[in-house]
């Protein structure tokens, strides 16, 4: 049975489906960047979003400013992490050279720690944070708009398309790309391979010092909550296609209206099984990904 | 051929899940009895004359710490309050001593921790242990070993439905919590109320589900329409388009339940988000008990309704006064839970004149206690069925009333009229 109430349900799902997608496509890109790119296999970009919605907590209880004014102080303060993290964390400096299996533990015992040093030190409390914002919700028709969901979903987009024409079109995507094909010719062309990676890597992470200050203020989070985060990342990334900027952001807008979609039409808990279903209907047939190339090689 | 195979397997997939997602998970079996271990096991009378050992299991550190350290003052108080009276009189007036022990949230360590406690510290009877998963896994161990288990807080209705003959639930059962809200409701509409249609709602866990489904069958006995029953998802999910599946369907009343501050603080604000207008929004205690509830949502919590255990404005003065001068803290439900727990306790030994487990359990099994010192709930009377609930045990309900929380229901114990219908977005 159609109903107006379903159509209106419907819609509402689609519109903050493809806000929180934005989300979704911010986390995923930078995801996509380390994966892809970069060649890490990382298990802690989860975590690092779990910390960046900490540290928005921690400047929103400092200084009792609006959470998206600690993106000036989390962008730099994900970006010196994962500096600090490439260059003096023996499990991440010379992580590019090791084979898969042995970078997954890694980065499997790095995530534990960073989960358990929250959970130590903050607790292990569900945190929100609340924002004046709220105040400029409006409604088209019978669809809620909420304005923390709009702001996120539009600046997270912008931000990707920034990132997609920084890797396209200038000398440092350039570099990042050649380093990501062909190790060995890269660096006989001069480029400095290692600190293309750590770039990489430091990219990826300070992108989620805009994403976790544009989420605290949407979703509940806890020290575990980036397993979650990560499930969904993996998913966006893999059916945009590995290393793919474009397809990570398609992947996760997906993803979102999916995961919407099956909360509002599925009961309970049993919500997130619609987006897995669309991921499996795509590798099923698309098994590279929506924009990947076909795999020709082992690399 | 075979894509089409697979899509078709992973639709059924998709339709059985939509079946069955929602139907109850199967009750626990009993765990169990091993003869031979606990016979082996069988625990000794307490070794020092004149004294009974009581084990308490408590969250004494771990994520859910400060629970304890609200709970740790109020079993020393009625420990001291039948100590200073007398101790036990048909034992010569033995004291009573508390062995502490913490389970730190962990549903392994409590197992273990009850094993020491009764093997180790040779104690007559265990109380605790403020949360429903942890009382469901730490009775299977004193199930095995033969020592009764009284529990304080914890409602999970689960806890008193596996045939179990050592635990004894000092507090309600989430069953309870239906029959609360059905009352409610037919007493607000004796009074002309008008209230018809029912959304309940609820994060999807153990003791959310445990109260709200008995809300959901009760309405139903009562001729409520149903308008809406779902659970939201426990973990990270948009919470205001569950507000907008309850708002389509219009309901005079919505009643919900979760025990997560943070998710109920995210509903709540979903609600009013969505300008959802019902006459009145009734929640289980839990998550919205909680101060960082209320204070998270400022003036949002005006006119909601709560189903609780008991409230500030039914304490009786003097005890009052007196518990917050022995514990330096303000009274409040789960320390007159904790210390009704301890007073059964101090009753059934009286009763059974004996520091034998198994005796004790004989008498928590026919204790019974009238108003009186040792009543400290707002209940008629406590007294254990062969389930070991206590039937005495009763819900309240609460109001938000201009930023203060006033008793609503029943009117025996009211210190305010209900305001339902509450305008609750006009605020």
Known sequence: MITEATITLLLQAIVVGLLTGGIYALFAVGLSLILGVADIMTFVHGDFLMIAMYLTLAAVVATGAEPYVGIILVVPGMAMLAYFSFKYLPAVTKITAFPHMRQMLYMLGFSYLLQNLILMFVGARHQIISTSLTKYNFFVGDVFVSMPRLLAGVVSVILTITLMWVIKYTDLGRIIRAASQDREAASLMGINVDKTYMLTWIIGIGSLGFAGPLLAPIFAFYPIVGNYYLMIGFMCVVMGGLGNIGGALIGGIIMGVALELGNVFLPGSSGPILPFLVFVGVLVFKPEGIFGKPIRSKR | ?427
């Not at chain 2, 079993?75 to 048909?90: F, P």
Request: overall charge negative.
């Open chain 2, 1 to 427: 051929m075979k894509k089409v195979m697979v899509v078709l397997f992973l639709v059924g997939i998709l339709l059985l899940s939509a079946c069955q997602a929602n139907q109850p998970a199967p009750a626990p079996t009993p765990a169990p009895s091993v003869p031979g271990q606990a016979a082996a096991s069988e625990p000794q009378p307490a070794p020092a004359a004149g004294v009974v050992k009581i084990g308490v299991i408590q969250p004494l550190s771990g994520p859910d710490g400060k629970y304890g350290e609200v709970i740790v003052p109020a079993y020393e108080y009625a420990v001291k309050q039948v100590n200073d009276a007398g101790g036990i009189q048909s034992l010569g007036g033995a004291k009573l001593e508390l062995v502490w022990s913490d389970h730190q949230s962990s549903a392994e360590t409590a197992i273990s921790e009850v094993e020491r406690l009764i093997e180790r510290e040779r104690v007559s009877v265990i109380a605790g242990a403020n949360l429903s998963g942890i009382v469901l896994a730490a009775t299977t161990a004193t199930e095995r070993l033969q020592v009764p288990f009284v529990v304080d807080v914890p409602a999970a209705t689960a806890i008193t439905e596996r045939g179990f003959e050592y635990v004894f639930r000092t507090n309600v059962s989430g069953l309870f919590y239906g029959d609360t809200f059905a009352e409610f409701v037919n007493y607000l509409n004796e009074q002309g109320a008008g209230i018809e249609s029912v959304a309940v709602t609820f994060r999807d866990l153990e003791f959310p589900q445990s109260v709200m489904e008995p809300v959901r069958d009760r309405s139903r006995e009562e001729g409520l329409t149903v308008a809406y029953y779902g659970a939201y998802p426990a973990e990270a999910a948009d919470l205001t388009t569950y507000s907008a599946q309850v708002r389509g369907t219009n309901p005079d009343v919505i009643a919900t339940a979760d025990n997560s501050v943070a998710f109920a603080t995210l509903f709540t604000r979903g609600l009013n988000d969505l300008k959802v207008n019902p006459k009145m929004i009734i929640a289980a205690n839990g998550a919205y008990e909680f101060e960082d509830w209320y204070a998270g949502v400022g003036d949002l919590k005006d006119g909601y309704l709560l189903m609780v255990q008991w409230n500030a404005d039914v304490a009786d003065p003097a005890l009052a006064a007196d518990y917050a001068q022995f514990t330096r803290e303000p009274l409040n439900g789960h320390a007159l839970l904790s210390m009704q727990a301890v007073y059964a306790i101090a009753e059934a030994l009286e009763l059974a004149g004996s520091t034998d487990p198994k005796a004790i359990r004989d008498a928590l099994a026919v204790v019974r206690i009238e108003p009186g010192p040792r009543l400290v709930m707002p209940w008629s009377f406590l007294d254990y069925n062969e389930k070991g609930q206590n039937t005495g045990a009763q819900n309240m309900v609460v109001q938000w009333q201009d930023g203060k929380l006033v008793t609503v229901y029943p009117p025996e114990y009211a210190t305010a009229q209900p305001i339902v219908p509450f305008n609750y977005w006009q605020r």
